[in-house]
């Protein structure tokens, strides 16, 4: 029988196979070990967890206090638009996975994010790719919008690519470092593999720079600060 201390050594991790590996190997390609970060909607505290080991100083903040790791947590509803004033520190990192499609403001959500990093930090934020081919083929044939149907109730903002960096991001303090989408190239299917062939023949017909993937992965950064980019930025 697993004891309470072994299940809060594993919490669950409600993510895509491998995602909050690729939360983690990205942070680490724009902060180093002892920086400080912010882990919106922790959940479980599974990605927390990842990040802690990764050598970072992690606090975890959700609108439920289900937090299973020692570590600080601050209980906060995010559609709050002054959410940030709960923290008394900017922080070098800025992580939320899966978030911002169940807030009603998202622009609200990225000034508060802004307002919480320092000079120099980044932010890392993944949300469900509503660009891609099975996006669009799903709209097309029943006018619904994935991820955002009847089976996902609590998603109520879906964040389309192009809206995104076009008119929601420039209405913030925030500017785009990097964007790619995961896993690359792959495509958002439950069992169904025999659409793989259909999907790869449609994306020929498609434009768009997120036609594959399950997430957008987006990194942030305050306007006016000197983060480097990396040398290769990744398109899905």
Do not use: W
């Not at 802690?52 to 906060?76: C, K, P, W």
């Not at 120099?120 to 099975?134: F, K, R, S």
């Not at 076009?166 to 690359?184: A, C, G, K, N």
């Amino acid at each position: 029988m697993t004891d309470d201390n072994e299940r809060r050594s594993a919490p669950f991790a409600r993510a895509l196979a491998g995602a909050h590996e690729r939360v983690v190997a990205t942070a680490l390609r724009y902060v180093s070990p002892g920086a400080s970060c912010l882990d919106l909607g922790a959940g479980s505290g599974a990605l927390a967890e990842r990040l802690q080991m990764a050598g970072l100083h992690v606090t975890a903040a959700d609108i439920v206090n289900y937090f299973q790791l020692n570590s600080e947590f601050r209980q906060i509803d995010f559609n709050n638009p002054a959410f940030e004033r709960a923290f008394a520190a900017a922080f070098d990192l800025v992580v939320s996975v899966e978030v911002i499609e169940h807030l009603e403001n998202p622009s609200a959500f990225l000034r508060s994010i802004a307002r919480l990093l320092k000079p120099e930090g980044v932010a890392i934020l993944t949300t469900p790719n509503v660009d891609n081919v099975a996006a669009r083929l799903k709209f097309l044939l029943r006018g619904e919008i994935r991820a955002m149907d009847r089976n996902a109730p609590e998603h109520i903002t879906p964040i389309h690519l192009d809206l995104f960096l076009r008119q929601i991001v420039p209405s913030t303090d925030l500017v785009l470092v990097e964007r790619f989408v995961y896993p690359e190239n792959e495509f958002p299917l439950t069992g169904r593999r025999y659409f793989v062939p259909f999907f790869r023949l449609l994306k020929l017909f498609l434009k768009g720079p997120a036609l594959t993937g399950d997430s957008h992965f987006l990194v942030l950064r305050r306007k006016h600060s000197e983060v480097a980019r990396p040398s290769e930025v990744q398109k899905g």
